[in-house]
T-cell receptor
Framework: DQQVKQNSPSLSVQEGRISILNCDYTNSMFDYFLWYKKYPAEGPTFLISISSIKDKNEDGRFTVFLNKSAKHLSLHIVPSQPGDSAVYFC???????????FGAGTQVVVTP | GAVVSQHPSRVICKSGTSVKIECRSL??????MFWYRQFPKKSLMLMAT?????????EQGVEKDKFLINHASLTLSTLTVTSAHPEDSSFYIC????????????????FGPGTRLLVL
């Protein structure tokens, strides 16, 4: 039973534009959310996170938004750059020390 | 950042044979390592958590006699798929956790590049 879902397997966006990646979850006990980025032949690397006490966290070009009532979070990348082309995984945990539950990932392609 | 390696990156084996996958933390000591499995277009699924010097903790539904995990040192964990069958074909990925250093647990988890296993 997949508790974290990324319903868009792929996303194509033009360089300079905004990339919006979406993630939905079903477990209301999830309290901590993370985004990972993965290049081919490399492992996922931590990108940004948010705890449930916040609804927004920003780090440079990356912003994560959390809507707890909708059990939905999103990652915004502005402006998108060619180096952002990668697979992005959404993950969630019941607390900052809990096991990670991953989504299936979204392949982002940034075109010139 | 911290580097985690996996070896081999790709392996093809015959049904019934055993395959060992190594996970190494190259520039840090990892008290805890994790093994995940990913099927095509599916999410990473945690298989087990291993702590150095103790037995691994397996997730529900994961056969511990099938997937042997050894965390013999602070820099090495191995996953052995015993008597592999075609349904074991998958992408196996490990991660290692650095000490907290004031950061939350998940943010200090570093992933290896993965091992693709194909069982014929």
């Amino acid at each position: 039973d997949q508790q974290v879902k990324q319903n868009s397997p792929s996303l194509s966006v033009q360089e300079g534009r905004i990339s919006i990646l979406n993630c939905d979850y079903t477990n209301s006990m999830f309290d901590y959310f993370l985004w990972y980025k993965k290049y081919p032949a490399e492992g996922p690397t931590f990108l940004i996170s948010i705890s449930s006490i916040k609804d927004k966290n920003e780090d440079g070009r990356f912003t994560v938004f959390l809507n707890k009532s909708a059990k939905h979070l999103s990652l915004h990348i502005v402006p998108s750059q060619p180096g952002d082309s990668a697979v992005y995984f959404c993950a969630a945990a019941t607390d900052s020390w809990g096991k990670l539950q991953f989504g299936a990932g979204t392949q982002v392609v940034v075109t010139p | 950042g911290a580097v985690v390696s996996q070896h081999p990156s790709r392996v093809i084996c015959k049904s019934g044979t055993s395959v060992k996958i190594e996970c190494r933390s190259l520039d840090f000591q990892a008290t805890t390592m994790f093994w995940y499995r990913q099927f095509p277009k599916k999410s990473l699924m945690l298989m087990a958590t291993s702590n150095e010097g103790s037995k691994a903790t397996y997730e529900q539904g994961v056969e511990k006699d099938k997937f042997l995990i050894n965390h013999a040192s602070l820099t090495l964990s191995t996953l052995t798929v015993t008597s592999a069958h075609p349904e074991d074909s998958s992408f196996y990925i490990c991660s290692a956790r650095v000490g907290s250093s004031g950061r939350v647990y998940q943010e200090t988890q570093y992933f290896g590049p993965g091992t693709r296993l194909l069982v014929l």
